[in-house]
């Protein structure tokens, strides 16, 4: 990516200038390495990271800049496209518990639609159109299937980025206890919290088995993890300019945090031990370290 295209990819996503550091230092040699490994067919990646890691900001990056060095055509998903409806979702929340409402942990995405999707997108012929699905979050709902962006084939490269994927379940007695006000408050009985970590066990793990690679973006600590989470709905509500259903104050942004907090965790604690890739980020947002796994 040249110094202009990089200038337009910063005020695209409103990144300030230090990315540009991180670019040098990290992003065109993860790319490099991308193009450096031999593959037998259309390869998947998977970039996991907590929210507001910059998963979306590296998939996105990733796709331009495999574009700019080889010519590859990549289309890029975000398991936030995977998102049961809001319709669906209050349907499990009556059905199995009230938490499941809410949008985000494992539970709440279609898995089989994500695992079909991966694998016609891997397989999409030349010429051949696909839509790719997308979410509202403003809305908390799909996007209406009109809007979706489509890609033509043949695909180089499939890029899914989502903040759980790839991270193992927990062991029964580690649900045991509550790690937080919401579990403590909402989850006494720990109903919730089981379900979310068997369908990790069984429906998620069958979609991450078709990861050919995983980038992880490592947060420090999870008191990061809510500061950048802010700022990211700083910007959606800028992007939206309007008070829209789905987009949330202070209060409720920490709560809904409250939801991913335990998977962050084992996901910090976990992940760099397996990931292919692991981008450490300090507590100012910045890259410092990156580390492959051989």
Known sequence: MDDSRLTDFCKAHRLPDSFRQVVAEYYVALARWLLETSWRITPIIGICGAQGTGKSTLAEFLAEELDWLADWSVAVLSMDDFYLSRTERLELSRKVHPLLATRGPPGTHDCEMMGDYLERLRRLGDGESMALPRFDKSRDDRAPPETWPHVIGPLDAVILE????????????????????????????????????????????????????????????????????????????????????????????????QHFERLSRVAIAELPAFADVTLMLDSSHQVREIHYRT
Request: include cysteine; glycine fraction near 6%; charge should be negative.
């Open 162 to 257: 989502g903040w759980c994927l790839g991270v193992p379940p927990q062991n029964d007695g580690d649900l045991v206890s509550p790690i937080n006000e919401l579990e403590a408050n909402r989850d006494g009985d720990g109903r919730w919290r089981t379900h979310v970590n068997n369908r990790l066990r069984e429906d998620y793990a069958e979609v991450f088995s078709r990861l050919d690679r995983l980038v992880f973006l490592q947060a420090p600590n999870m008191e990061s993890v809510l500061r950048w989470r802010n700022k990211q709905e700083r910007k959606l509500i800028a992007e939206t300019s309007a008070r829209e259903p789905g987009v949330m104050n202070t209060s409720q942004l920490q709560e809904f945090v």
